[in-house]
């Protein structure tokens, strides 16, 4: 089993529709982190939490550390948004960081 | 600021041809890491380095080989190329302070590596 694990591997939606991407951790972390990876690029951060919410414009992150639990939302989403969200834990002790397979999203205009 | 870059972008090689994928950051980061992507898994990490003249051995160091003369440079070389080390590679930095204090990762484009 994987220490990171995410759901749902791949995703489809509908342009304007409210998205999530759900990431499971099973190791004592410092940071989780959510990245964007468009096809064919490269690998871009989105968030570094470790406690409660961050948002920058329509994408919204949350942590819940006692269910070591994490999801990324995105608000009125859009086809540009289409991409490989990667989420992955930095790991309390050593700073390695440990990564999710990814949610593959693709939004239909 | 270029931020993290990497060359080349494609490369093919056959087996047993050696060769070095270079990375190089702007930031005056220390802790400089190369992960290799695969289909279906998450990116693994291959070396890591906290500093000049430091580094350490990741999750698949097997094969490959890396040196920090400079904050600034951390190269990666694969010695005798093997097919199943056709993948995308990326090289990633970030400030390091220490264990109680986790910092934001800055991925290069990416290397993507085909060995016949």
């Known amino acids: 089993k994987n220490e990171v694990e995410q759901s749902p591997q791949n995703l489809t939606a509908q342009e304007g529709e409210f998205i999530t991407i759900n990431c499971s951790y099973s190791v004592g972390i410092s940071a989780l982190h959510w990245l964007q990876q468009h096809p064919g690029g490269g690998i871009v951060s989105l968030f570094m939490l470790s406690s409660g919410k961050k948002k920058h414009g329509r994408l919204i992150a949350t942590i819940n550390i006692q269910e070591k639990h994490s999801s990324l939302h995105i608000t009125a989403s859009h086809p540009r948004d289409s991409a490989v969200y990667i989420c992955?834990?930095?790991?309390?002790?050593?700073?390695?960081?440990?990564f999710g397979t990814g949610t593959r999203l693709t939004i239909i205009p | 600021n270029a931020g993290v870059t990497q060359t080349p972008k494609f490369q093919v090689l056959k087996t047993g041809q050696s060769m070095t994928l270079q990375c190089a950051q702007d930031?005056?980061?220390?802790?400089m890491s190369w992960y290799r992507q695969d289909p279906g898994m998450g990116l693994r990490l291959i070396h890591y380095s906290v500093g000049a003249g430091i580094t350490d051995q990741g999750e698949v160091p097997n094969g490959y080989n890396v040196s920090r003369s400079t904050t600034e440079d951390f190269p990666l070389r694969l010695l005798s190329a093997a097919p199943s080390q056709t993948s995308v590679y990326f090289c990633?930095?970030?400030?390091?302070?220490?264990?109680?204090?986790?910092?934001?990762?800055?991925f290069g484009p990416g290397t993507r590596l085909t060995v016949l």
């Open positions: 930031m005056n980061h220390e802790y």
């Open positions: 992955a834990a930095t790991n309390f002790g050593n700073e390695k960081l440990t």
């Open positions: 990633a930095s970030r400030a390091y302070r220490g264990t109680s204090f986790p910092n934001e990762q800055f």
